[in-house]
Nanobody, 122 residues
Framework: VQLVESGGGLVQAGGSLRLSCAAS????????MAWFRQGPGKREFVAGISGLGSRIYYADAVKGRFTIVRDNAKNTVSLQMNSLKPEDTAVYYCAADPLGSGEGTTSRYDYWGQGTQVTVSS
């Protein structure tokens, strides 16, 4: 299984970025997908989506600003991030859970990407 993130970078506060994750080596539509992030502290859940996209979850800190979408035909999951804040600065990771629905329990996720850096300047 390989998960490859892209789209990170440096952006000013209030700006937008779109992260993408390309998955291979798994039956994509059978896996819940999620985005996590890790700043100076522990890794935290950002957003998750079930295999067919019927269930979506967001961390309170990003609700109304971030949107997770998946394209099962292309084996990709994306995270549209708007109204970015300096506290959104972190390495963002894509993760896959073969058994779940996209909820935020880190230990449920079996597969992880290498991460992409997002830096929001004030």
């Amino acid at each position: 299984v390989q998960l490859v993130e892209s789209g990170g970078g440096l952006v000013q506060a209030g700006g937008s970025l779109r992260l993408s994750c390309a998955a291979s080596g798994l039956t994509f539509s059978r896996n819940a997908m999620a985005w996590f992030r890790q700043g100076p502290g522990k890794r935290e859940f950002v957003a998750g989506i079930s295999g067919l996209g019927s269930r979506i979850y967001y961390a309170d800190a990003v609700k109304g600003r971030f949107t997770i979408v998946r394209d099962n035909a292309k084996n990709t999951v994306s995270l549209q991030m708007n109204s970015l804040k300096p506290e959104d600065t972190a390495v963002y990771y894509c993760a896959a859970d073969p058994l779940g629905s996209g909820e935020g329990t880190t230990s449920r996720y079996d597969y992880w990407g290498q991460g992409t850096q997002v830096t929001v300047s004030s």
